[in-house]
């Protein structure tokens, strides 16, 4: 129980905090409204857990022996979330209120879990703290990912209605387009750890 509750801090800390998920879940909330935005918020709140399993049941066992893959995915992911970023900076409320651009859905925002940086870090940073050598693989991963799976709700729901609030600020055109521009730029210095991993990966060794 004690491992447990120490799951659900670490959880909360992580899940709570500034990230990809977080700040395009505000973003679509400003943008689209909390209706719209469910699909995303519930490939955010499933897609991650699932993640956690995966990994936790071995999958990321797959990456060790393939380290070069692994560094593939977080390059396209990292190319994905520019282009994500560059699509929040740019979006025009106008377009947005015409139906020209579109909230994530439920698949989309699923399958970002596996191309995003945080997304990785947290969730073999979990499996790799929480688990022991002499417990149940099986049980402990299973812990963990009910641990996600119950912060996740509240903890991505606070980003989503706080965008919703945002949104009856955001009345001008002006402050619209600064928010849009403001979200894409916080997207791109998410990436930042990131890229300093990649660049060890592929420059730093080599030097």
Not at 8 to 14: G, I, N, P, Q, Y
Not at 75 to 80: D, E, F, N, P, R
């Amino acid at each position: 129980m004690d491992i447990f509750i120490a799951v659900l801090f670490f959880a909360f800390s992580t899940t709570i905090t500034p990230g990809p998920n977080n700040v395009m879940i505000m973003s679509s909330g400003v943008n689209y409204g909390i209706k719209a935005s469910l699909p995303h918020y519930l490939g955010i709140c499933l897609g991650f857990p699932l993640m956690v399993l995966l990994v936790g049941l071995g999958f990321g066992a797959v990456f060790e022996y393939f380290p070069n893959l692994h560094q593939l995915i977080k390059v396209l992911g990292v190319a994905y979330l520019l282009w994500l970023a560059w699509q929040i900076a740019s979006a025009e409320p106008k377009a947005i209120e015409k139906g020209h651009r579109k909230p994530f859905t439920f698949w989309q925002a699923t399958l970002f879990q596996w191309v995003n940086g945080k997304a990785w870090m947290m969730a073999t940073g979990a499996v790799a703290a929480y688990t022991t050598v002499t417990g149940s693989a099986v049980f402990e991963v299973l812990a963990i990912t009910l641990a996600f799976l119950l912060m996740a709700f509240p903890c991505v729901g606070i980003w989503l209605v706080f965008g919703r609030l945002l949104r009856n600020l955001l009345k001008s055109h002006f402050l619209h387009r600064a928010f849009n521009i403001s979200m894409g730029l916080i997207l791109v210095l998410s990436i930042v750890p990131v890229l300093q991993e990649l660049w060890q990966f592929y420059f730093a060794r080599a030097v």
